[in-house]
């Protein structure tokens, strides 16, 4: 659902107006030693970062807890060494690795690409712990070195890397913000602003930067609250993404990429003889199946003449039949037992059939020609190619080729 006009401006007022509140109460508390040596203000990061983790957790904001876990652990390699060449090494990862995560979209927090980033969370950690150990003078010196030929030590304890690297990630984020009046970027780019002044106070020896930390996490938990959470729309038979996903995965493809067609073979007649509730059956029976395909592939439903897509980036229409064989002689051999009620003429219950019901499936494949070319031109490609297979027996694989070339069309047992 989109936010209504005056709804988005509140939002986007909030996320400009709240740090403005917050980043001055964490810096008079930092800089106040009364304030800031209190055990209660020791315990607030720790407090305030678990919590914005917990609330990514739950959720499912996966940038919220990769962020949290960024600042966490940048905290607690600052608290755990005193080595220079330490902080300048995290004062390059932090705003890298804050201003990525940001940018990118969103994902879960329990998922393969959340994996993927914490992992490299992670690595990079036992980078910086490795860096601890050795403490290479070498690395020291190259992090230390200066862009351009200006001293800022004096004024700035921020080596010239981490400086650029936090200037290139605020205009980014400044830019998208004023481009998309998104309360998230809004929200980072103050983040970036609190984890510079965490890194000026610990690296100036003003004060722990601890409170900077905490401000910068809570404005990330601001930003994701405040950001409209992202709308799926999944088929009501199926379960498996629809046309609109459909629609917004095909303007994000790499420069090459297969679309599989795939449709039940004489669908109609088995919906006539088996009726509504067996052949939707049959299509979440089918479409299960399709998940299983490898190759990385995402499956849709479009609805449209009961036909499924598949989407296989970075692949070959070769390389995507191969992937559908498997799953089509996996789905020839399978059978689907069902339950249906019987009813008399009059409507009453005349008890409950069992029965087995089996099918098999057509699929035609193309790829995309040339970089840039019409997703949905390859798409009706593939269905060309779909109708092909049909022709030629069903149960088949058709691959759409050159137009010199014509369709190839594989029959049914034969290995793509």
Same mark, same amino acid.
């Given at each position: 659902?989109?936010?209504?006009? !005056?709804?988005?401006?509140?939002?986007?007022?909030?996320?400009?107006?709240?740090?403005?509140?917050?980043?001055?109460?964490?810096?008079?508390?930092?800089?106040?030693?009364?304030?800031?040596?209190?055990?209660?203000?020791?315990?607030?990061?720790?407090?305030?970062?678990?919590?914005?983790? *917990?609330? #990514?957790?739950?959720?499912?904001?996966?940038?919220?807890?990769? #962020?949290?876990?960024?600042?966490?652990?940048?905290? %607690?390699?600052?608290?755990?060494?005193?080595?220079?060449?330490?902080?300048?090494?995290?004062?390059?990862?932090?705003?890298?690795?804050?201003?990525?995560?940001?940018?990118?979209?969103?994902?879960?927090?329990?998922?393969?690409?959340?994996?993927?980033?914490?992992?490299?969370?992670?690595?990079?950690?036992?980078?910086?712990?490795?860096?601890?150990?050795?403490?290479?003078?070498?690395?020291?010196?190259?992090?230390?070195?200066?862009?351009? +030929?200006? +001293?800022?030590?004096?004024?700035?304890?921020?080596?010239?890397?981490?400086?650029?690297?936090?200037?290139?990630?605020?205009?980014?984020?400044?830019?998208?913000?004023?481009?998309?009046?998104?309360?998230?970027?809004?929200?980072?780019?103050?983040? *970036?602003?609190?984890?510079?002044?965490?890194?000026?106070?610990?690296? %100036?020896?003003?004060?722990?930067?601890? *409170?900077?930390?905490?401000?910068?996490?809570?404005?990330?938990?601001? #930003?994701?609250?405040?950001?409209?959470?992202? $709308?799926?729309?999944? +088929?009501? $038979?199926?379960?498996?993404?629809? /046309?609109?996903?459909?629609?917004?995965?095909?303007?994000?493809?790499?420069?090459?990429?297969?679309?599989?067609?795939?449709?039940?073979?004489?669908?109609?007649?088995?919906?006539?003889?088996?009726?509504?509730?067996? /052949?939707?059956?049959?299509?979440?029976?089918?479409?299960?199946?399709?998940?299983?395909?490898?190759?990385?592939?995402?499956?849709?439903?479009?609805?449209?003449?009961?036909?499924?897509?598949?989407?296989?980036?970075?692949?070959?229409? !070769? *390389?995507?039949?191969?992937?559908? %064989?498997?799953?089509?002689?996996?789905?020839?051999?399978?059978?689907? +037992?069902?339950?249906?009620?019987?009813?008399?003429?009059?409507?009453?219950?005349?008890?409950?059939?069992?029965?087995?019901?089996? #099918?098999?499936?057509?699929?035609?494949?193309?790829?995309?020609?040339?970089?840039?070319?019409?997703?949905?031109?390859?798409?009706?490609?593939?269905?060309?190619?779909?109708?092909?297979?049909?022709?030629?027996?069903?149960?088949?694989?058709?691959?759409?080729?050159? /137009?010199?070339?014509?369709?190839?069309?594989?029959?049914?047992?034969?290995?793509?």
């Amino acid at each position: 659902m989109t936010p209504r006009p !005056e709804e988005a401006t509140i939002k986007q007022s909030v996320a400009l107006i709240a740090p403005a509140l917050l980043l001055p109460i964490a810096a008079v508390a930092s800089l106040s030693p009364g304030i800031r040596d209190s055990l209660a203000i020791h315990a607030t990061p720790l407090i305030v970062l678990g919590g914005c983790a *917990l609330l #990514g957790i739950v959720t499912g904001r996966g940038r919220l807890l990769l #962020g949290v876990l960024v600042l966490g652990l940048t905290m %607690s390699a600052l608290i755990n060494s005193g080595s220079r060449t330490i902080f300048h090494a995290v004062a390059l990862l932090l705003p890298v690795n804050l201003g990525l995560i940001a940018w990118l979209g969103e994902t879960r927090a329990l998922s393969a690409r959340g994996a993927w980033w914490l992992g490299v969370i992670l690595l990079q950690a036992g980078a910086v712990g490795i860096i601890e150990l050795l403490n290479p003078s070498s690395l020291g010196a190259t992090l230390a070195r200066p862009i351009v +030929d200006i +001293d800022t030590n004096a004024w700035l304890p921020l080596p010239h890397l981490a400086l650029f690297a936090f200037a290139v990630m605020l205009g980014l984020h400044l830019v998208r913000f004023v481009r998309g009046r998104s309360p998230l970027h809004a929200a980072a780019a103050w983040a *970036l602003v609190a984890s510079f002044l965490a890194l000026d106070t610990a690296g %100036s020896g003003a004060g722990p930067g601890d *409170l900077h930390f905490a401000a910068a996490g809570m404005l990330l938990a601001l #930003g994701t609250v405040l950001e409209p959470a992202a $709308v799926f729309h999944l +088929d009501g $038979v199926t379960g498996l993404p629809a /046309s609109l996903e459909f629609n917004k995965v095909v303007r994000r493809l790499p420069r090459r990429y297969a679309l599989a067609c795939v449709t039940i073979d004489d669908f109609t007649s088995f919906r006539t003889e088996q009726g509504p509730e067996v /052949s939707n059956r049959m299509l979440r029976h089918i479409g299960q199946a399709l998940k299983k395909v490898g190759g990385g592939a995402r499956v849709f439903y479009l609805m449209r003449d009961h036909e499924f897509v598949v989407v296989f980036k970075r692949k070959s229409a !070769e *390389l995507a039949a191969r992937y559908m %064989s498997v799953v089509r002689r996996a789905i020839e051999k399978s059978t689907l +037992d069902v339950a249906v009620a019987q009813k008399t003429k009059s409507g009453a219950k005349a008890g409950v059939v069992r029965r087995t019901v089996a #099918g098999t499936i057509s699929i035609g494949i193309a790829e995309a020609q040339a970089h840039g070319a019409d997703p949905f031109k390859v798409l009706r490609d593939a269905e060309e190619a779909l109708t092909k297979a049909r022709a030629a027996g069903m149960n088949r694989i058709a691959v759409h080729q050159s /137009s010199a070339q014509g369709t190839a069309v594989q029959a049914s047992g034969l290995s793509a």
